[in-house]
């Protein structure tokens, strides 16, 4: 069982930049792969980025260039860094984590998910 909590959400100017975080519990974290998925409203939920548990990192192609995704199994986080952003990027950020190897940009993949945190981006 892993539980995922997200943080560093946020209201932001247009070309600022957040750095979200997605703590998990569980011992065996190192072995998950962790994806970051948006839902603005009115959406449907979208891939954003994913780590595996090799560090191996993939990108929705609109994203790629302006956000990046790391993790540091030592503190059981996956961080997502997020520059240059924009009013479209407005939505709630959720992590989840699989113990799949493949599939990651879908969410169905995924077992585990948190609760979101918000991000709005003004113009």
């Known amino acids: 069982q892993v539980q995922l909590v997200e943080s560093g959400g946020g209201l932001v100017q247009a070309g600022g930049s957040l750095r979200l975080s997605c703590a998990a519990s569980g011992r065996t974290f190192s072995s998950y792969a962790v994806g970051w998925f948006r839902q603005a409203p009115g959406q449907e939920r979208g891939f954003v980025a994913a780590?595996?548990?090799?560090?191996?990192?993939y990108y929705a192609d609109s994203l790629k260039g302006r956000f990046t995704i790391s993790r540091d199994n030592a503190k059981n986080t996956v961080y997502l860094q997020m520059n240059s952003l924009k009013p479209e990027d407005t939505a709630d950020y959720y992590c989840?984590?699989?113990?799949?190897?493949?599939?990651?940009?879908?969410?169905?993949?995924?077992?585990?998910w948190g609760q979101g945190t918000q991000v709005t981006v003004s113009s």
């Open positions: 780590i595996s548990s090799k560090s191996t990192a």
């Open positions: 989840a984590a699989t113990g799949a190897a493949y599939y990651y940009t879908n969410s169905r993949t995924y077992d585990y």
